[in-house]
């Protein structure tokens, strides 16, 4: 699992079957202190959520997992919203307080 | 697995219920001598690692779910599964 911090939302109208109505988002991977690592990209949301939250993802076969129905072609999803990381500097939320 | 160090616990009141009540660590991988190296990480934990400790993580979700036993659509990859006392390089 990686941390990154939702940068938008992607609206994509048409996609494989199993994955209607799923909420897409646009991630940046970042590090503990919240710096970006590696590119951005796109990963199914399931916990709700939304641009500038830090988030932690996990990544190939267990995204699809993560995704009802489960047999589904996904490669990131959003598995939980952080509320803190007890490090000297930790990364923030960008944009609340 | 990796070798890494445990750099500090993580708090996330909402997320997938496959992680209810399991510890959320952010790891930093390590070479042989114990200087980082690469990008830091997330994993559970199912040995009572500590911050600062060197541990083993398994990035592999087939082993978590044999390790974790809550069937087979578990989405979690990256577990803590021992402590290193030490590398002998």
Request: hydrophobic share 45%.
């Amino acid at each position: 699992m990686y941390l990154g911090i939702v940068k938008g939302t992607v609206v994509a109208e048409r996609k494989y079957a199993g994955l209607e109505g799923t909420k897409l988002l646009m991630v940046q991977p970042v590090d503990e202190h919240g710096m970006a690592v590696g590119d951005l990209q796109a990963a199914v949301d399931r916990v709700q959520a939304g641009p500038g939250d830090l988030v932690y993802l996990v990544g190939s076969r267990e995204a699809a997992l993560a995704c009802d129905p489960w047999f589904v072609p996904v490669d990131a999803a959003i598995v939980g919203i952080v509320d803190g990381i007890d490090v000297p500097n930790p990364a923030t939320r960008e944009g609340k307080p | 697995m990796r070798y890494c160090r445990v750099v500090g616990p993580m708090w996330a009141a909402v997320k997938h219920p496959a992680f209810a009540g399991k510890p959320l660590f952010v790891v930093q991988p390590l070479d042989e001598t114990g200087a980082d190296v690469g990008t830091s990480f997330v994993a559970i934990d199912t040995v009572q690692a500590g911050v600062g400790d060197k541990v083993l993580v398994l990035t592999e979700g087939t082993g978590t779910r044999q390790i974790l036993k809550q069937g087979d659509i578990v989405p979690i990859r990256s577990t803590i599964v021992g402590v290193v006392d030490h590398v002998e390089a």
